[in-house]
C-alpha cells in the first residue's frame, strides 16, 4: 500500500498564544524522492506539548512524528534526531523557514547545484518554492538519468509490490523515449524568459531528432554562455552539429561527445566560435570526415582544450588545430588494434594532430604508437607530462614503423619546458640510432623521469646529457596500469638486468654545475639501482639534497635493518659536493 514518511514543524508562540503546524517535508517511500506533491496525512498520534512560559516571546519548535495508516513513522533515535535538527531551524517569519526567506538569487544559486528534474521537485515544498526552479539559469537534463529513475521504479514493485501514483500494480508499460521529450518540452516552456547560462543535455534514445535541433537552438537563443552536449538518435536521421553552434557569439565553455554516427556541418564563415575559451570533445571511433571539420577552422580566443578518446585501427584523418591562444593542452587517443600478433604485423600510422600554439604553457599528452604528434612554436611552454598507453608496444617497435621518428618529433616540440615528466620507455624505445638527433632541453629545470623496469635507467644517461641546466631530478617507478604489478626487478627480466646501467663516458653538463636536488622514489635497492644513486651522488658538484623513499614495511625489524643496510652502503659513497644530505624518507 501507499505509504509516506512526513516531517512536520510544529510552532508554538506565547505571545498569542498560537500554534501552528507546518509541513515541511515529505519522503515517499515508493520514489524515494524529497519533493513530491502529497495531501497531508490523517494524524493518529500527537505527542503532549511542553509550552513556553508566558513571561517570554521566544518561538519553541518542535519535530513531531506521527503515524500513517496505522504504521510507525518513526523510531526513537530517529525522533531524537529530528528534534535535534528542529531545535536548530530558526523561523525568520511567521510562515516561512530561514531558506525559504532568502532573495530569489540565492535560491537559484542553490538549485543550480542540482539536476532541472531534481529543482523541479522542490516546488512542492512550500508556496514559496512554486517557481523558484524556472529562474535558475542553468539546464542540465539528462535522459539516462531520467530512464534510470524510472527502472529503479520498476525495482522497488518487483521488491514491495507497488509502483508508484501514476501505474496501477496490473499494468506496467515499458520506458516511452518521449516521456523525456515531454519533460525537456515542458521545463523550457516554463521557465522564466532569462538566459540560460549553463545547458547540459544528454539524449541518446530520443527518436525524433528535431526536439534536439529545438532544445538547442533555445539554448543558442537564450545566450548560452557553457554548453555541454552528449546526444545521438537510435535511427536515422542521425544527428548533425547545428551550424548555429559555431557561430554563437555568446559561447564560452563547450563540452561534446563526439561518435561516429554524429555528423559536423561547419559554417562557410572562416569567423567559428569567436567567444569560446574552453573546448572538451571526447570521442568513440568517431568519423573521420567530422574529426577534420571540427578543428578546420581557427580557434581564435581559445585558451583550454581537451581531446580524448577511443579511434579504430583503419581511422585516418589530419588535424591541423590552430590555437593562438591556446595556453592548456591535454590530448588522449587510444587507437582500438584488432590484430594483436605483432610479429607478424605491421601497423601503419594513419593518425596526425597537428597543433600550432605560439602561447602554449601546459601539454598533457597520452602518447599511442600509431598517433602523430606535432607542437609548434611553443616557445612559453612551462610545463609537459608524455605518457603511454601500452609500454609492450614500445617493446615491439619494429611492427610500427616509424615509431621512433614520432617519439622524437614529439619531443622536438616540448624542447623548450621547464618541467617535464616522461616514461623512461620512450626514451628508451629511440634506440642508439636516434638519440643523438633528440632536441636540446636548455629551458628545462626540473624532471620527472618515470621507470617500468631497470633497463629503463640507461635512459638517464640520455636524458641528462640533454638537460645542460637542470637543477631538480625525480626518479619515480611507474606501474604498469593494465597488468597492476610491478615488475621493475622481476626475475622474468634477467636479460633486461643484464642491460640495465652503464655510466656515460662523459659526465653530464648540469651534474656537475647545476643539479641540486635529488629525489629517489619508492627506490627498491637493487643493483642497478645502488650503481645509478652512486653515480649521481659522485658526480654531482651541486647537488644540496638526496631524498630516498622506499616503500613501507609493516615487519619493523626488516624495515629497520633495510633502512640501515641502505644508510650503511650510502654512507661509503663519494660525495662530489661537500654540503650534499642525504636523507630517507618511508612510503606509507
Not at 468 to 496: A, T
Not at 525 to 538: I, N, R, T
Request: with cysteine.
Amino acid at each position: 500500500m501507499k505509504q509516506k514518511v512526513s516531517f512536520f514543524i510544529l510552532q508554538v508562540s506565547s505571545s498569542n498564544a498560537t500554534c501552528r503546524l507546518f509541513h515541511y517535508l515529505t519522503f515517499d517511500t515508493t520514489e524515494l524522492s524529497f519533493a513530491l506533491p502529497v495531501s497531508l496525512p490523517k494524524l493518529t498520534k500527537f505527542p503532549d506539548l511542553v509550552s513556553q512560559p508566558p513571561n517570554t516571546a521566544e518561538t519553541r519548535i518542535r519535530s513531531t512524528h506521527f503515524s500513517v495508516s496505522g504504521h510507525k513513522m518513526a523510531s526513537n533515535s530517529k525522533r531524537r534526531k529530528m528534534a535535534s535538527y528542529s531545535n536548530r531551524l530558526k523561523l525568520c517569519s511567521d510562515n516561512e523557514d530561514r531558506i525559504s526567506g532568502m532573495p530569489d538569487a540565492v535560491l537559484c544559486h542553490i538549485l543550480s547545484f542540482l539536476s532541472t528534474r531534481e529543482a523541479v521537485k522542490t516546488s512542492v515544498l512550500s508556496h514559496r518554492w512554486n517557481n523558484v526552479w524556472a529562474s535558475v539559469p542553468i539546464v542540465d537534463v539528462d535522459e539516462e538519468q531520467y530512464q534510470l529513475d524510472y527502472l529503479y521504479r520498476i525495482y522497488l514493485y518487483r521488491m514491495f509490490g507497488y509502483v508508484g501514483r501514476n501505474f496501477s500494480k496490473d499494468l506496467i508499460p515499458e520506458y516511452d523515449p518521449d516521456w523525456f521529450s515531454q519533460f525537456v518540452n515542458r521545463v523550457l516552456l516554463l521557465r522564466c524568459s532569462g538566459d540560460i547560462h549553463r545547458f547540459r543535455l544528454v539524449a541518446k534514445k530520443t527518436h525524433d531528432i528535431s526536439h534536439i535541433y529545438a532544445w538547442i537552438a533555445t539554448a543558442i537563443r537564450r545566450n548560452v554562455v557553457e554548453l555541454d552536449l552528449s546526444v545521438g538518435t537510435p535511427s536515422e536521421p542521425h544527428f548533425e552539429i547545428p551550424k548555429s553552434i559555431f557561430m554563437c557569439s555568446t559561447l564560452v565553455r563547450f563540452k561534446l561527445w563526439l561518435r561516429g554516427d554524429i555528423k559536423v556541418m561547419t559554417p562557410t564563415s572562416s569567423n567559428c566560435f569567436p567567444s569560446l575559451k574552453f573546448l572538451h570533445v571526447t570521442v568513440r571511433f568517431p568519423d573521420s570526415d567530422s574529426m577534420e571539420k571540427l578543428f578546420s577552422r581557427c580557434l581564435p580566443v581559445l585558451e583550454e582544450l581537451i581531446i580524448d578518446g577511443k579511434l579504430q585501427y583503419a581511422t585516418a584523418f589530419n588535424l591541423d588545430i590552430s590555437a593562438p591562444k591556446l595556453k592548456r593542452l591535454q590530448i588522449q587517443l587510444k587507437v582500438r588494434k584488432f590484430v594483436m600478433d605483432f610479429a607478424a604485423n605491421d601497423f601503419v600510422c594513419q593518425i596526425f594532430v597537428n597543433v600550432d600554439a605560439p602561447n602554449l604553457e601546459e601539454v598533457d599528452i597520452c602518447f599511442d604508437a600509431l598517433v602523430s604528434f606535432s607542437l609548434k612554436n611553443a616557445k612559453c611552454l612551462h610545463k609537459a607530462n608524455i605518457e603511454f598507453f601500452y609500454v609492450q608496444e614500445l617493446k615491439d617497435h619494429d611492427c610500427f614503423p616509424g615509431l621512433a621518428d614520432r617519439i622524437r618529433q614529439i619531443l622536438a616540440g616540448i624542447c623548450d619546458a621547464k618541467y617535464l615528466t616522461v616514461r623512461a620507455p620512450l626514451l628508451a624505445a629511440l634506440g642508439n640510432g636516434h638519440q643523438h638527433l633528440l632536441p636540446t632541453f636548455n629551458n628545462l629545470n626540473y624532471l620527472e623521469l618515470e621507470l617500468h623496469t631497470c633497463q629503463c635507467l640507461q635512459s638517464l644517461a640520455t636524458v641528462l646529457m640533454i638537460s645542460p641546466h637542470l637543477e631538480h631530478l625525480k626518479i619515480s617507478q611507474k606501474w604498469e596500469l593494465y597488468s597492476g604489478e610491478n615488475n621493475y626487478c622481476g626475475d622474468d627480466n634477467e636479460d633486461e638486468l643484464e642491460q640495465g646501467w652503464n655510466a656515460p663516458e662523459t659526465v653530464p653538463v648540469c651534474l656537475i654545475l647545476h643539479l641540486k636536488t635529488i629525489c629517489l622514489w619508492d627506490f627498491q635497492g637493487c643493483p642497478d639501482d645502488m650503481e645509478v644513486a652512486k653515480y649521481l651522488v659522485k658526480h654531482g658538484k651541486a647537488l644540496n639534497n638526496v631524498t630516498i623513499h622506499t616503500p613501507f614495511s609493516e615487519n619493523k625489524e626488516m624495515k629497520s635493518q633495510s633502512l640501515a643496510a641502505l644508510w650503511s652502503k650510502f654512507s661509503k659513497f663519494p660525495r662530489g659536493s661537500k654540503t650534499c644530505k642525504i636523507e630517507f624518507r618511508i612510503i606509507i
